[in-house]
Antibody
Framework: EVQLVESGGGLVQPGGSLRLSCAAS????????MSWVRQAPGKGLEWVSS????????YYADSVKGRFTISRDSSKNTLYLQMNSLRVEDTAVYYC???????????????WGQGTMVTVSS | QSVVTQPPSASGTPGQRVTISCSGS????????VYWYQQLPGTAPKLLIY???QRPAGVPDRFSGSKSGTSASLAIRGLRSEDETDYYC???????????FGGGTKLTVL
């Protein structure tokens, strides 16, 4: 069974840092692109970042570019999101999502994790 | 406002057919696949339609997707009370090099 389990969320002060993890199982991790999508309380879905299967191609939303870094470790079947210089507006549930193919572009998200909550507040 | 536009709400009565639209541009919907997601309250989104009109295993054939030009639609026939929830469309945007989601449509079953 394909499964994604996020962890690492929590409460952090503005300007702080947090690293999210997404443990993947049930599929060959390096064969698929992976992404992070977030949802602020009461709001819609917002794409954050994507990584190709190899990790060689990465993409970011303008709202997080320069502050967030996506990475992956195929030896651990784990996707990461390093979040620096956090802002109040980064408060959201962060979902990890598997994509349909090795390419981060074009082929969408077919499996989603349960999400992890990040709250940025003083 | 979203690059891809959905109506914020839609409604129908049980048994009825309803459609939810998703309007974009030549750089996203006009060129790339459209995906539809269903999100029940307090849960993660679930893939409903992929590559414009394909249904994953387990999704009832009451749900269907279509695309024409720079717009796409999700149709639900034989509306049921459990269909009352939020729906999102998504596509890759070639010009911006980002994934774009519609703002979401809240479907109410009257």
């Amino acid at each position: 069974e394909v499964q994604l389990v996020e962890s690492g969320g929590g409460l952090v002060q503005p300007g702080g840092s947090l690293r999210l993890s997404c443990a993947a199982s049930g599929f060959t991790f390096s064969d698929y692109a992976m992404s992070w999508v977030r949802q602020a309380p009461g709001k819609g879905l917002e794409w954050v970042s994507s990584s190709s299967g190899s990790g060689g191609s990465t993409y970011y939303a303008d709202s997080v570019k320069g502050r967030f870094t996506i990475s992956r470790d195929s030896s651990k079947n784990t996707l990461y999101l390093q979040m620096n210089s956090l802002r109040v507006e980064d408060t959201a549930v962060y979902y990890c999502a598997k994509q349909e193919s090795v390419y981060a572009r074009f082929d969408g998200f077919d499996i989603w994790g349960q999400g992890t909550m990040v709250t940025v507040s003083s | 406002q979203s690059v891809v536009t959905q109506p914020p709400s839609a409604s129908g009565t049980p048994g009825q057919r309803v459609t939810i639209s998703c309007s974009g541009s030549s750089s996203n919907i006009g060129t790339n696949y459209v995906y539809w997601y269903q999100q029940l309250p307090g849960t993660a989104p679930k893939l409903l339609i992929y590559r414009n009109n394909q249904r994953p295993a387990g999704v009832p054939d009451r749900f269907s997707g279509s695309k024409s030009g720079t717009s796409a639609s999700l149709a639900i026939r034989g509306l049921r009370s459990e269909d009352e929830t939020d729906y999102y469309c998504a596509a890759w945007d070639d010009s911006l090099s980002v994934w774009v989601f519609g703002g979401g449509t809240k479907l109410t079953v009257l």
